[in-house]
């Protein structure tokens, strides 16, 4: 596609839920992140994927959160069992192996109430 | 670990005028790249303007220049002329040359800039 493309961009869910979030990178990035934002913070790095492959998941910040990413494209973040402290944006960003600069998605909003 | 620090949480011009946003870095890598990133209220990071640590030259994007100082680990973004259009947060980020990306982008917490009118 154009650009970054991620989904939903707002997601209000009640506490205890399981969520998803998807981001769609660029055709043809193969490297794709994951990073949160809360509420007047700066981004928290989560995870990297090269192709399909996530060569460090540390920064995950619990095993309630992981992230797939299949056919080497559209990666899912999934939050188990969501709690408020959950509440942030997640953004998306990709890039391809002979470029420095990561294009980031619009983000998806999650409440969790 | 890296770690990037913006010291100014909010900073306020007046249109049309010059300001400068502060970043510092602290890495004990030789090697690694700078960013200025710019969030509006739309969300998306856009980026504003791209150093290599090795390149003595400060960058240059049109009214976007940066003053980088590799020895004080100072990275500071000067917007001259300054425009309603340029009221965002903005992200002072590193990465490191080595890795293939696998640090992902280290992040400031960011200055929000007002352009008053």
């Known amino acids: 596609g154009a650009g970054v493309s991620q989904s939903p961009s707002n997601k209000v869910t009640e506490k205890g839920k399981d969520v998803e979030l998807r981001c769609d990178p660029i055709?043809?990035?193969?490297?794709l992140y994951w990073y949160r934002q809360s509420l007047g913070q700066g981004l928290e790095f989560l995870i990297y994927f090269q192709g399909n492959s996530a060569p460090d998941k540390s920064g995950l910040p619990s095993d309630r959160f992981s992230a797939e990413r299949t056919g080497g494209s559209v990666s899912t973040l999934t939050i188990q069992r969501t709690q408020q402290e959950d509440s942030a944006v997640y953004l998306c960003a990709s890039s391809s192996l002979m470029n420095t600069e990561a294009f980031f998605g619009q983000g998806t909003r999650l409440t969790v109430v | 670990a890296q770690t990037v620090t913006q010291s100014q949480p909010e900073m306020s011009v007046q249109e049309a005028e010059t300001v400068t946003l502060s970043c510092t870095y602290d890495t004990s890598e030789s090697d690694y790249y700078l960013f200025w990133y710019k969030q509006p209220p739309s969300r998306q990071m856009i980026l504003v303007i791209r150093?290599?640590?090795?390149?003595?030259q400060n960058a240059t994007e049109n009214r976007f220049s940066v003053n980088f100082q590799k020895a004080a680990k100072s990275f500071s973004l000067k917007i001259s002329d300054s425009q309603l259009g340029d009221a965002a947060m903005y992200f002072c980020?590193?990465?490191?040359?080595?890795?293939?990306?696998?640090?992902?982008?280290?992040f400031g917490k960011g200055t929000h800039l007002i352009i008053q009118p």
């Open positions: 980020a590193y990465r490191s040359y080595s890795g293939g990306g696998a640090d992902g982008l280290t």
């Open positions: 055709s043809g990035h193969t490297a």
């Open positions: 150093q290599e640590a090795y390149k003595q």
